[in-house]
């Protein structure tokens, strides 16, 4: 499976944001998830400092993760994609 990646650095905080969410839709399976591609990522030499999963929900765009990066992302809307990572 191909996960979309957008790799970011602001205010000097090296970020990720994958767009995935966990098969079963609750936060401990997200947590699970988001842990699993922070380790992905870093082992493909990407500095991951925050992160977050986006995802979509009742028709609009959720985020889950860190939660100043989640208001930041909020504010902002979901990045442009860099990376992709196969899990």
Do not use: C, E
């Not at 442009?80 to 990572?85: F, S, Y």
């Amino acid at each position: 499976m191909r996960i979309d990646v957008a790799h970011l650095q602001a205010q000097g905080i090296n970020f990720a944001v994958f767009a995935a969410d966990a098969s079963d839709g609750t936060n401990q399976g997200r947590q699970k998830l988001l842990g699993q591609l922070m380790a992905k990522a870093r082992r493909n030499n990407l500095r991951v400092d925050k992160a977050a999963l986006a995802f979509q929900q009742s028709g609009r765009t959720t985020f889950f993760g860190t939660p100043d990066l989640v208001r930041y992302l909020s504010s902002r809307g979901v990045p442009r994609w860099t990376h992709t990572l196969d899990i």
